[in-house]
């Protein structure tokens, strides 16, 4: 009898863990260690209050926001290492645009800095086959010089109120206009990515491009929209910078790629694609934000900072496995 028992128990407890995927939900888990972590610590220094918590989802908005559409694209196996420098184009593009011809032409031509970027990502990944790390990796560094070109490294100033209380630096009653952005952002993100057949194919395609193609997913179509919508969504990004600090910079995003990134891994989307998810990401999102915040309250330099933001990097890469 006992030793009958002793073989069934490592099979009962094995199918208990078969069930656990924990690369997948180890974000949850390291949330609410660190946010209790933080509780204990920093408790003194403020870092439970309202107005902390409620800046910590300011400060996190627009990772949130390019997170989700980065969670489509590494989905789909690509990369864009260029949203940071697309946020920063965009916020200059916009801030210029609407100083000289007002707020509907700035908005536009905001979006469309991130259009023409995430268009020329996606041709040259989809149709000419080049990896999207050398394209992006490449496009970081041309935005990032065009937008510090045009404005001659100097701030431009953002004055219309209206242009500055919807994109992110006015609140709605007590909500912040930028927690409302981001909860809309996850939203269409959840949707599409779960509820749509665009959202089936870029899985399949990600998870395995030859059979997706065998399938009838035009696999270079669908790569093509996922860097274009990230380019589009990078823009919007910056605009929310811009009216959150009330101007546009060639810094604004500047590194944020790694940090978006690093957000969507810990969130349990695979790097090597075919696994996405939405609500993971944001709490990857929140979690890099939460650390961020702790360790400025914690009294950490900015190389320290460093150090850990580095080390949860590689750990995100680490816990990404191919499925």
């Known amino acids: 009898m006992s030793s009958t028992a002793t073989t069934e128990r490592p099979s009962l407890i094995s199918r208990i863990t078969a069930h656990m995927d924990w690369r997948s939900n180890i974000i949850y888990i390291a949330f609410i260690l660190v946010f209790v972590l933080f509780s204990v610590m920093l408790g003194d220094s403020g870092f ?7 800046n910590i989802v300011r400060q996190t908005a627009t990772i949130s926001v390019m997170a989700v559409a980065m969670t489509f694209v590494i ?8 949203v940071g420098s697309v946020a920063g184009l965009s916020s200059v593009v916009t801030a210029m645009a609407i100083t000289h011809y007002g707020l509907l032409p700035g908005i536009l031509a905001g979006l469309a800095s991130g259009a023409v970027i995430g268009a020329i990502n996606g041709g040259l990944v989809a149709w000419l086959k080049i990896p999207s790390f050398l394209v992006t990796l490449g496009m970081l560094g041309l935005a990032a010089g065009l937008a510090q ?71 270079a179509q669908i790569k093509f929209a996922v860097l274009l919508t990230s380019g589009i969504v990078a823009a919007l990004a910056g605009m929310l910078y811009a009216g959150r600090l009330e101007s546009g910079r060639f810094q604004w995003g500047q590194g944020d790629e790694l940090t978006v990134i690093a957000a969507v891994i810990l969130g349990g989307t695979s ?52 499925k």
């Open 149 to 219: 070109w045009i404005t001659g490294s100097a701030p431009q100033p953002i004055g219309d109120r209206w242009y500055i209380l919807i994109f992110g630096g006015g609140d709605f009653g007590p909500v912040p206009g930028l927690l409302v952005w981001t909860v809309l952002a996850v939203a269409v993100g959840w949707i599409v990515m779960n509820r749509t057949r665009f959202g089936r194919q870029v899985l399949a395609t990600g998870g395995n491009p030859t059979a997706a193609a065998y399938t009838g997913i035009r696999t």
């Open 271 to 322: 790097l090597f694609g075919g696994r996405g998810a939405i609500i993971g990401t944001l709490f990857g999102s929140l979690f890099m934000g939460l650390v961020n915040n702790g360790l400025i309250l914690a009294g950490l330099d900015v190389a320290q900072q460093q150090v850990v933001r580095g080390a949860i990097i590689i750990a995100a890469v680490a816990l990404s496995r191919k």
């Open 75 to 82: 989905a789909n196996a690509e990369i864009d290492l260029s």
């Open 48 to 54: 439970l209050t309202g107005n902390n918590l409620l």
